[in-house]
């Protein structure tokens, strides 16, 4: 039974490894940087949790070592969208824009436009 | 400065934190009990002054069918996280960015707050912003749209506060 | 086999750090910076189950909570300053 355990929390600690790396080469490949930031959302999401995880099976009875990885594990899960809206938002505002595929719906083109440049700063404030 | 109510929220609250102090210390000695105690109670009457302690820091109105779509919510982690991944390794090509209003159905702001968070944790896809009824999302590729049309996270957030 | 998954770690932050050193962007640097702080999380962790003290985990446990808070707070500054700078140079040329 051990055995399987170990082996389970090994394959989950090796995947977790794969997967933090693919995102890690993802911020490397991928052009702009809203798509860059899909790539390091992978390794926050999936990557940790998998790791995580794989801890999680090795803690061997202690079990404050496991509430603490459960945190660990929450405070990701729950800061990470947060971070990448506030992210993604603070760049619009700065004026950067994603460039966009040849999927893009031409009436949904305009959406963008109500950020950065065109507003002045004094009237975002206002609406926060 | 509405303060009505507010006793069930400070409860929780007294919970959750007393809940964090006994999962970080694993003491349960007087001497470091009390000491917990004694954090909660300030921390608790600090955000009191602050007026946070409401539906939005507790929010108990969310129903119990919360863990049901968590682990909804984590094999759809999955999914679009594998295929990111796939996407990383074939490279830029592989990616097609759309940028699209999504509409929503709901009528909370916790609601809209579960629902864009959700769909900005799924790797693939990202809320920009909120504009009355309509999301603005980021896609890698028009999958992630196709699939947010489809509404079915949509129902799933709704179902969540009835 | 922590070694593995710490060198796996290690290796991704080196792909974040480089990241932040190129970035062509301000927003590219403060995101590398955020995946980069997410690994150290996941690393410490890993740390403290290789040399066998998972009292590590405090350390990662308050580093996660660091990170979020210095990204916002490093936002909220960072947040309005280019069209800032637009609005100011417009008004020199006035």
Redesign the interface.
Known sequence: MSELIDGLSWGLLLLGGFICVSGGIGMHRFPDFFSRMHAASVTDTLGGTLVLLGLMLQVDGQYLVLVKLVLVLLFILITSPTGSHALAKAALHGGLRPKLGSKQDEKDADVLNNFGRTNTPETDKNKE | MKKNNSFRYIISLVIVLSL?WI??S?YFNGLLLSLGAVSVAFVVFMAYRLDIVDEESQPLQVSRRIIVYWLWLLKN??QS?VN??K???Q??KS???????IPTSQKTEMGQTIY???I?????T????IEGDTL?V?A???DGIQYLLGGEMDRRVKRLEE | MFLAAAIAILVAMVLALLRALMGPTLYDRILSVNAFGTKTVLFIAILGFLMGRPEFLDIALVYALINFIAMIGVLRFFEYKQVETVAENEEDQQ
């Open positions: 964090i999962g970080n694993g982690l999955i996280n990111v991944v996407r990383i390794w490279g830029p990616i097609d960015p759309v940028v699209a209003r864009a968070n959700s900005t944790l799924t790797p693939g990202t809320t920009l912003d603005i980021y890698l590729s028009y």
